[in-house]
């Protein structure tokens, strides 16, 4: 069950990254390249593209898998991976 969680995550956060990338900024327009107004940021906004909706979807299911791994994560762990490491002796300090 973990591993198809981890599949989903790691397959989500590929096409999360992809779709932002393909969206284009709010301010496309000529207009906002040379400094003038642009009605996109002043006027009213669109219809929601479908790129904006399937960014929404696939941030709540990247959400949703990276809370499930991070409480499965907590409830398997042991304790501190250093509890197990050998102890070295201080080193002696130099006489004068």
């Not at 496309?28 to 960014?55: C, E, M, N, Y």
């Not at 907590?74 to 070295?88: C, D, Q």
Request: net charge positive; aromatic share 6%; glycine share 8%.
């Amino acid at each position: 069950m973990v591993a198809l969680v981890w599949a989903v995550h790691i397959l989500v956060s590929v096409l999360l990254i992809l779709v932002v990338l393909i969206q284009g900024g709010e301010n496309v327009d000529i207009t906002a390249a040379f400094g003038g107004v642009s009605q996109a940021a002043f006027g009213p906004r669109g219809t929601v593209t479908t790129l904006a909706k399937a960014t929404w979807v696939l941030a709540i299911i990247f959400v949703m898998t990276s809370i499930t791994l991070s409480v499965w994560a907590t409830k398997s762990s042991t304790g501190s991976v250093l509890e197990n490491a050998p102890r070295r002796s201080a080193p002696a300090a130099p006489k004068r």
